[in-house]
């Protein structure tokens, strides 16, 4: 018979590989697991689940640097960060408010939770990187990268869109005004999706490109003529400053049509995080970090991750 994952443990190999997918990938609290299992009479102490998850977090550390490294070695990352309760005090932290960051690329997903929102996470993370595109929003702690012109930054058009949505519904004196350029940004949606449609057919790339050039020329002259406007609202104002601002970052995907318009994909990595997030209570964690090749959730003392690889359609796990 082959060895077990755990020598000399009551478990079977396949049994742990249950556990984990459960847990893992199905999103489901342990608890629940082991009330199923009490309805076939197939008990499972709870402290032999927690306890083994324990030993063999470490099994899966090599698999977990060489993500790492792979997600460090792409040329285009979406990267996010959202707010994460670890009931844990640290030294100089007063609060159980942590971060869990995500760096996306075309391979891989990885994992940073910390106890801060700062810039050193991104920093540390992209340290070795030599150059490279991070899709972001327009969140401060990312301008770091851009001191020593490693890394580019394409920000967010959903981010904005949003914001006039949101000054839609805050002000409905100037729900017209907003709407005018929520229907702006979806027709450069339109003619970018286009022109990536015909990345295959130079003539046809070439002129979809011209028309999506030409519509982001006309938006940036209407941005500056609004803003030269003396009768303005000054939330509306804030808006088109911060897009004037930050122009030369929201236009990357105009030179580098690889480059996607906005950064859906780091948010919606997210979503499998915060599900099981919410069904589970919250174990206590120390600093780590977690990668995943298809979706994955986050890092910590008890995390094993499920990993899809997709190039090789198979499973494995990862913590």
């Known amino acids: 018979m082959p060895p077990k994952l755990i020598p000399k443990g009551i478990l079977d190999t396949?049994?742990?590989?249950?556990?984990?997918?459960?847990?893992y990938y199905l999103y489901r609290p342990t608890n629940r697991f082991l009330r199923e299992l009490d309805l076939y009479d197939a008990e499972i102490p709870q402290g032999t689940v927690t306890g083994g998850l324990k030993k063999i977090a470490s099994l899966f550390d090599p698999i977990l640097k060489e993500i790492?490294?792979?997600?460090?070695?792409?040329c285009h990352w979406h990267a996010d960060e959202t707010r994460w309760q670890v009931f844990e005090l640290i030294e100089g932290k007063l609060t159980y408010r942590w971060y869990l960051w995500v760096f996306v690329s075309k391979d891989t997903v990885f994992f940073i939770l910390d106890p801060t929102r700062s810039g050193k996470v991104p920093k540390e993370h992209?340290?070795?990187?030599?150059?490279?595109?991070?899709?972001v929003g327009r969140y401060v702690s990312y301008k770091v990268l851009l001191k020593d012109g490693r890394i580019i930054l394409?920000?967010?058009?959903?981010?904005?869109?949003?914001?006039f949505l949101e000054l839609a519904n805050s002000c409905p004196?100037?729900?017209?005004?907003?709407?005018?350029?929520?229907?702006?940004?979806?027709?450069?949606?339109q003619l970018n999706g286009i022109r990536v449609s015909?990345?295959?057919?130079?003539?046809?790339?070439?002129?979809?490109?011209?028309?999506?050039?030409?519509?982001?020329?006309?938006?940036e002259e209407r941005i500056e003529e609004e803003l030269r406007q003396k009768k303005k609202d000054a939330k509306c104002e804030a808006i088109m400053k911060s897009m004037q601002n930050h122009w030369k970052g929201v236009t990357v995907f105009v030179d580098y049509p690889e480059v996607p318009m906005d950064n859906n994909m780091a948010e919606r990595t997210f979503r499998g995080a915060v599900?099981?997030?919410h069904l589970m209570i919250y174990p206590n964690f120390h600093r780590?970090?977690?990668?995943?090749?298809?979706?994955?959730?986050?890092?910590?003392?008890?995390?094993?991750?499920?990993?899809?690889?997709k190039e090789q359609d198979k499973s494995a796990l990862l913590r």
């Open 14 to 23: 396949s049994v742990w590989v249950k556990i984990i997918l459960d847990k």
């Open 68 to 74: 790492e490294e792979k997600n460090k070695s792409a």
């Open 126 to 135: 992209f340290a070795q990187v030599i150059k490279g595109i991070l899709s």
């Open 154 to 163: 394409a920000f967010c058009w959903a981010h904005q869109r949003r914001e």
């Open 173 to 189: 004196e100037l729900e017209k005004r907003a709407f005018e350029w929520v229907d702006l940004i979806g027709e450069l949606y």
């Open 198 to 219: 015909n990345l295959s057919d130079p003539e046809a790339f070439r002129e979809s490109d011209e028309k999506l050039r030409g519509a982001v020329r006309e938006m």
């Open 275 to 277: 599900v099981e997030n």
């Open 288 to 309: 780590g970090k977690c990668a995943n090749e298809g979706f994955g959730v986050y890092p910590g003392n008890l995390r094993l991750k499920i990993v899809l690889e």
